[in-house]
Each structure stands twice: as structure tokens, then as C-alpha cells.
């Protein structure tokens, strides 16, 4: 096992609110990604990593924002949650080209 | 835009006979194809990947099969096992590319 984890695993917060989840991971690895899962949408990129404090946008990054201070976590923040943002999010690190990507175990987050 | 597309929703099997899912891309700079389970409440985890120098790559009951210039993929399982009862995601990277683009998913199901 690759040694990621997502914390919270669940989470139900109020429209506006900011939230934060946390991806750490022990293996030492550059890339890390948030992704999204939703139903007929299959996973979505919202931001990735490939360094401290090296960050850049995916195809889903409205309303979303990152931080990397240490190799080993990756932030997501929803500066002001809304209900849109209901959704499984996972984490993942790159482990070569041929492997792809090892996932979290997901955050369920509910937006009320 | 959905660049990685798998149309059928779901998919019901008996058990010990064979599975096909499907897999179609838009995006001719794809050249890494990926297939990844997921069962519930875990994060998605890599099956079987091919490379678009190749036409087929085996790993035990799993077959995952490309057609560049139908731009089509198919993953076979052979025999099916109710425990292959999971979500299967399609992926695709770009060379040196970080947004790697996952089909909706088939949920297939493979009854004793």
C-alpha cells in the first residue's frame, strides 16, 4: 500500500463555510492530485501538485484552492462551500507512467 | 468536454462467463490507457494499462485491448467472479502530462 490517507473521511458543512481536507502521504512522492467524483462525470481534476509549494489548475478548479508546505500533504480548501461542491473527493499520487495513480480512501463531503 | 467516454452506465454478467467493458476517447494525444476498480467507499485502484505502441496487454483473467484508430478500448475478464463486482474507470495521459481524464464508469455486476 502506498501509505495515502485523507482525512476527514466524512464531512457535512453549511453553504458559505470553508472547509479543508488533508491528503498526506509517507512515500516522498513530487505529484499529488484532488480529484472529484461524481455521478456520469466519472473523476474530475481540481488542482495538482509537483512540488512544495508548486501547485497549478485542473479542469474543475472554480472555488477551489491548494496549498503544499511539505512534501508529504496536499490541502484542498473550499474557501465557501456551496452545494455544488457535494461530492467524493480523492487524492492521488503518481507512481509512474505505467501504474498511474494510487487513491486515498475519499472524503465524502455534503453540503447543506 | 469529456475526452474519455464509457457509455454504458452498467453491466450485469454471469458468473464464469466473460465481461467486456468499453472504453472510447476523442483526444488522439492519449498515449497511455489505464483501467481502474473501484468498490464502495475505497478509492479507485489500478487493474491492468497499455501503452499506444501496443494492441493488447494480459494479466491473468484481465485483457485490456486497444484500437488506436477507432480510438476504442475494451477491458475482458475471463472468467468473471462476483468479485469482480466493482466500478471500472477508464483513464488516459498525455505524454509529460498532468490531467489524466477518466471515463463515468461501468458498474458491473457478476452474478453466481
Known amino acids: 500500500d502506498a501509505g495515502i490517507t485523507q482525512s476527514p473521511r466524512h464531512k457535512v458543512t453549511e453553504t458559505g463555510t470553508p472547509v479543508t481536507l488533508r491528503c498526506h502521504q509517507t512515500e516522498n512522492h513530487r505529484y499529488m492530485y484532488w480529484y472529484r467524483q461524481d455521478p456520469g462525470h466519472g473523476l474530475r481534476l481540481i488542482h495538482y501538485s509537483y512540488g512544495v509549494k508548486d501547485t497549478d489548475k485542473g479542469e474543475v478548479s472554480d472555488g477551489y484552492s491548494v496549498s503544499r508546505s511539505k512534501t508529504e500533504d496536499f490541502l484542498l480548501t473550499l474557501e465557501s462551500a456551496t452545494s455544488s461542491q457535494t461530492s467524493v473527493y480523492f487524492c492521488?499520487?503518481?507512481?509512474?507512467?505505467?501504474?498511474?495513480?494510487?487513491f486515498g480512501s475519499g472524503t465524502r463531503l455534503t453540503v447543506v | 468536454d469529456q475526452q474519455v467516454k464509457q457509455n454504458s452506465p452498467s453491466l450485469s454478467v454471469q458468473e464464469g462467463r466473460i465481461s467486456i467493458l468499453n472504453c472510447d476517447y476523442t483526444?488522439?494525444?492519449?498515449?497511455?490507457f489505464l483501467w481502474y476498480k473501484k468498490y464502495p467507499a475505497e478509492g479507485p485502484t489500478f487493474l491492468i494499462s497499455i501503452s499506444s505502441i501496443k494492441d493488447k496487454n494480459e494479466d491473468g483473467r484481465f485483457t485490456v485491448f486497444l484500437n488506436k484508430s477507432a480510438k476504442h478500448l475494451s477491458l475482458h475478464i475471463v472468467p468473471s467472479q462476483p468479485g469482480d463486482s466493482a466500478v471500472y474507470f477508464c483513464?488516459?495521459?498525455?505524454?509529460?502530462?498532468?490531467?489524466?481524464?477518466f471515463g463515468a464508469g461501468t458498474r458491473l455486476t457478476v452474478k453466481p
Open positions: 483526444n488522439s494525444m492519449f498515449d497511455y
Open positions: 492521488a499520487i503518481s507512481v509512474g507512467q505505467t501504474y498511474g495513480y494510487t
Open positions: 483513464a488516459a495521459s498525455r505524454p509529460n502530462n498532468n490531467d489524466m481524464r
